[in-house]
């Protein structure tokens, strides 16, 4: 059995040697923010931005950040050391606490502070030479979608649902606009003008997106953030899904109709080889 190293409220063990009370807020009632960094030969990628959308999430719930971005850091390239594998998702939970079961945020209770170093699998080369499927399901979320918490049971249901239908993702649908998907963000392509949704409370504002956003303007491609009406989703040229575990993948196929030419596009391939060179 592979030994995942993690950390807890100050402590670092192997996972399976974590414990956590019942009683804490996070397992009773979801109240709780999570963030994941990935590692390319044992280097953090991104590693400030994660942590500031990390302090963003506690400020926002009112939980109080029981480390400093340096303290932080710490303890991400401490289970870095503690891994034998080159590439990693480290993931962090931070909770508000164990203490009696009451919807009413408890006083002077300590946060949970949970990570962990899991080995990173990396995209299938079948999923990059031949792309990855989607479907459209109805956003049924909150309306703080903007900030990560680990309360994801309508998300965990959209996927469910995608990979029922023998789909990779589920594009969630709000008011006939296609916001993200269950567990990533979505680019499309129409007439090479790239367009993602805008950063509101309706998205996560995720790293890897900004990261993509960063790579069109070196590679002098106009993108625009704006609403993206549903019906763009099936005349698109191309589609790209992205998050920090997957990178960026590109759709073929929605709701089991083909994607511009039904093969990852040329724009895409130019946006995942500068990716996969800034990672190197």
Request: with cysteine.
């Amino acid at each position: 059995m592979i030994q995942i190293p993690a950390f807890l409220n100050g402590e670092y063990m192997p996972v399976a040697e974590c414990r956590v009370s019942p009683l804490d807020r996070g397992f009773l009632f979801g109240d709780a923010v999570y963030e994941l960094i990935p590692v390319y030969n044992r280097k953090a990628f991104c590693m400030s931005q994660h942590l500031a959308r990390l302090a963003r999430s506690v400020e926002q719930v009112h939980i109080q950040n029981p480390y400093t971005p340096t303290q932080w850091a710490a303890i991400i390239e401490k289970l870095i050391q503690q891994s034998d594998d080159e590439d990693l998702a480290v993931y962090i939970q931070v909770t508000r606490g164990v203490a009696k079961r009451d919807h009413i945020f408890p006083e002077n209770v300590n946060p949970t502070v949970f990570a962990m170093a899991n080995p990173m699998a990396r995209v299938a080369g079948e999923e990059l030479q031949n792309g990855v499927e989607l479907i459209t399901v109805k956003d049924i979320r909150w309306q703080r979608c903007d900030i990560k918490v680990t309360g994801l049971l309508a998300n965990i249901l959209a996927k469910q649902e995608a990979i029922q239908s023998s789909a990779y993702e589920a594009i969630l649908i709000r008011d006939g606009f296609a916001l993200e998907g269950s567990a990533s963000n979505l680019f499309v392509v129409r007439n090479g003008t790239v367009y993602t949704h805008p950063e509101d409370n309706l998205v996560l504002p995720g790293v890897t997106r900004d990261f993509i956003l960063g790579l069109l303007n070196e590679l002098e491609v106009e993108f625009r953030e704006q609403a993206i009406p549903e019906e763009w989703l099936y005349s698109a040229n191309e589609l790209w899904v992205t998050s920090s575990a997957r990178e960026i993948l590109a759709a073929t196929k929605i709701d089991k109709r083909v994607v511009g030419k039904g093969v990852p596009g040329e724009l895409w391939k130019d946006v995942h080889a500068l990716y996969q060179k800034s990672i190197a």
